[in-house]
């Protein structure tokens, strides 16, 4: 079936450090992939999403690459801020599943300054 | 636009009360979504409509939990009766697929403590 494996938090960074949030998935077929983010007491919201291999999504800094060879959309940011202290959500759309979000089991991020 | 909107924000109740969480969907999104986020087990899809048709529950926990979405604009999660370990962040989502390939919006989340 469909999965999204993500790296274990929680992660814990300096001020300006390089951060990677690794994720893998299990799908049949291309499914678009997508990072979503909460900070606290807050909803989750889409950080940036790719609908095909080698696509690359970005905003706010942040960025991931479609990797079908690998099955993977690791999130990248070359310079974190304590602003950026939240949890990070991997997940990934199937076409024939109507809009259906599989999630992984997210990644706590803490920056410290 | 005012995004995903849930109410109430917060509830407190006593264990074998009623409670109604209520979620009004952006609008013109086909899809939406219940879900249960706690630190046990993390976030949990409950179910979702398309054009107000229930789709999938499979996630729905058991009998005490319901839900209704009478039209395009308003859904209700309705827990009857009401248990300690439904102690939780709900939060209700929408997406429009045809137009925005599954992103989904999320409100704010209602906050449920069961006494």
């Known amino acids: 079936g469909n999965s999204v494996t993500q790296m274990e938090g929680p992660v814990t960074l300096s001020e300006e450090a390089f951060l990677t949030i690794n994720c893998t998935y299990t799908a049949t077929g291309y499914p678009s992939l997508f990072w979503y983010v909460q900070y606290p007491g807050e909803g989750l919201q889409l950080l940036l999403k790719a609908t095909k291999a080698d696509d690359k999504g970005s905003n706010k800094g942040f960025e991931a690459t479609y990797r079908k060879e690998t099955t993977s959309f690791h999130l990248e940011k070359g310079s974190v801020q304590v602003s950026d202290s939240a949890v990070y959500f991997c997940?990934?759309?199937?076409?024939?599943?109507?809009?259906?979000?599989?999630f992984g089991q997210g990644t706590e991020l803490s920056v410290k300054p | 636009d005012a995004g995903v909107i849930q109410s109430p924000r917060h509830e407190v109740t006593e264990m074998g009360q009623e409670v109604t969480l209520r979620c009004k969907p952006i609008s013109g999104h086909d899809y939406l979504f219940w879900y249960r986020q706690t630190m046990m087990r993390g976030l949990e899809l409950l179910i979702y409509?398309?054009?107000?048709?229930?789709?999938?529950d499979s996630g729905m926990p058991e009998d005490r939990f319901s839900a209704k979405m009478p039209n395009a604009s308003f859904s209700t999660l309705k827990i009857q009766p009401s248990e300690p370990r439904d102690s939780a962040v709900y939060f209700c989502a929408s997406s429009s697929f045809g137009s925005d390939r599954g992103t989904q919006y999320f409100g704010p989340g209602t906050r449920l403590l069961v006494l």
């Open positions: 997940a990934l759309s199937r076409d024939n599943q109507g809009g259906k979000l599989i």
């Open positions: 409509f398309n054009n107000n048709v229930p789709i999938d």
